[in-house]
């Protein structure tokens, strides 16, 4: 297959990390026979400091022309401390989601065996947990309109029909391919927005009978994925409860390190590990690859290439259950670097059977 | 002192926890030789039952004669289902925040020496947290305008100046008086509204020299609270993120059974534990009472009533450190029902020195 796909290395430890997952790609393509191309784009505060902008015209070109994006992190403290600034780094990765309308992020959460006493939670509570989280990306409070003043400011929370429609539907379908059980997340009890998605959702369930349907209130949701995780299979939700829960949990996996995700519209399709730039901890060979690689994984998956997403995916296991693991997860060893984890996939993809130690 | 206490039981289990408040209560008006009157109100499902309405005029009424509020818990599943519904339980607590303008929502988060092998988390995770969520109650996505129709949905979070300022000094104010730290919780890389909390806490930040002020990301704060608890002191929060980030808190405590609230406005002040109705839980005799009297000390506190306050978290104390609890916090004996806790503690309010298994 060939493959072109944009890079959006962006911010922070967002090219470190990228790297990687690049490496392990080009090790699939050349294992599998496929021919994947990279190429480059700025966005986000680099976008800022180069162009003056956070999303270029000629990074939207390069997006919209590409088969698939894999994208860093994004953000720069230095351009936090201004509340009044109209042009920030997020716009970046808030415009590609809207340009693409990119509606579908999806965020699997699972707890590794290898990984259980990493977590902050007892590993008898958080054993087996695998959750699938598909949470709306392209609407609701992010995109609503703004009013800013020195003596009020608002924000909308919007929501169509078809906007909840098109994601309940891709929800419905992944809980048929799992335990068949959604629990749609919302606030029903004061949003008039939360009781659209109820109503709809609801609705919609007929279609799927072989799949059960919980509705939980988003409170009540943030303790229960904390005391009761494995209850869930597949949760839906809306923008803003769907970024506060997928990175709640995270402590589920033990680091944000190892979260990846994939947004996708019905042209386009963007991937990108959940956590942030972390600044702090650029070039310093620290920053932990693996949710770059997944994500990289999940591009491979929604292309259907299965057998190469397993691959990495193997990849990754190893080197968590070898300890070749960046300074979060590591207790053993305490130099393991972001390209020495990088490394090791990518000699794993290249010799499935020897890779070892080295 | 004279205290007119108006009471709301409200729904499911609420009755229940809160006769046990009114006894502890009582047990206080006699030992320290206050006058406490108690007047019973409807309010939520069992008002609409009665009189049609959440939040009947007459209800208004008594707790707007009364020195304080207190409150038991709202809702019922049997009005959660439709979510079309234009009269729902929930009205009657949100219409009394607003009425009454309680706009600082009080949540402490404490983790009980006793507890703490009951919380989800690992010990030496929580050990020694001791946050204060300030929530603001009387604004934002809660009560912005609300459009609903087939096709699409919409709530608007808006915040006025004067709306963000008077909290955050009260919030100051607390940091002050315990570790000097306040973290503002908002989504200022997104929201407007929560650039103008980031941009007027900032400001009056500048008045308290002696706090350090933090502001973090609410996604990251959701994962934050639980992999570092106790690097928190004060946390301040706008109305929706508070919701979320307090009942996810209950998590470090060990059980939601033992989170207490105050409510405060300028004129009126009510104290309610902040887990819900628990319908399934009614009249079982498993309901946890110890947040709706952790409650009433919180309103003792309010009329700077400190001794007597003190004296019911020692019997709380007590009663934990006996294992005299509910099923939820108890491995140890099997049949502790609500009202033995609340007797327990009445006991040793009556007699702090001799109270023991009985
Ligand atoms: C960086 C920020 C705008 C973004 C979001 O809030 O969606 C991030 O937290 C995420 O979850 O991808
Ligand atoms: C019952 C509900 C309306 C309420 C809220 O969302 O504020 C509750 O969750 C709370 O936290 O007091």
Redesign the pocket.
């Known amino acids: 297959m060939k493959l072109n796909i944009a890079v959006l290395p962006g911010d922070g430890i967002g090219p470190e990390v990228t790297a990687q997952a690049i490496k392990v790609l080009k090790a699939i393509a050349m294992e599998f026979n496929h021919v994947f191309t990279f190429e480059k784009a700025l966005v986000g505060a680099c976008a800022m400091d180069k162009t003056g902008v956070p999303l270029p015209e000629e990074t939207i070109s390069i997006c919209d022309k590409a088969d698939a994006i894999l994208f860093g992190a994004i953000g720069d403290p230095k351009y936090d401390n201004d509340p009044l600034a109209t042009i920030r780094p997020e716009q970046g990765l808030l415009g590609l989601r809207k340009t693409f309308d990119l509606y579908t992020n999806i965020r699997p959460v699972i707890a590794y065996d290898d990984l259980l006493n990493k977590s902050s939670l007892k590993v008898k509570q958080i054993k087996g947990t695998n959750i699938l989280i598909y949470r709306e990306l392209a609407s609701g409070i992010y995109f609503g309109d703004k009013h800013f003043s020195n003596d009020e400011a608002s924000d909308v929370c919007k929501y169509k029909r078809s906007e909840i429609e098109r994601i309940t539907h891709l929800a419905f379908k992944a809980a048929q391919g799992r335990k068949h059980k959604l629990t749609l997340v919302d ?1 029903a ?2 949003l008039a927005s939360s009781r659209l998605w109820r109503a709809i959702v609801t609705e919609i369930a007929k279609d799927y009978p072989d799949v059960t349907l919980d509705c939980m ?1 988003v ?1 009540n949701a943030a303790m229960e994925l904390i005391i009761n995780p494995r209850q869930f299979d597949v949760i839906l939700t809306e923008n803003m409860f769907g970024d506060i829960l997928s990175e709640e949990a995270s402590v589920i996996v033990g680091s944000i390190g190892l979260l990846a995700s994939a947004s996708i519209g019905d042209k386009h399709a963007m991937f990108e590990p959940i956590h942030g730039a972390y600044t702090k901890a650029k070039n310093k060979g620290i920053a932990n690859p693996i949710a770059s690689i997944l994500s990289a994984a999940m591009l491979l998956d929604h292309f259907a290439l299965y057998d190469e997403a397993a691959l990495i995916r193997e990849g990754v296991d190893k080197a968590l259950n070898l300890h070749i693991t960046t300074p979060d997860l590591n207790t053993k060893y305490d130099n393991i670097s972001t390209t020495k984890v990088g490394d090791f996939i990518e000699d794993f993809i290249n010799n499935p059977d020897e890779t070892n130690l080295n």
Chains 1, 2 share one sequence.
Request: glycine share 0%.
């Open positions: 606030k009890n004061v209130f409170d």
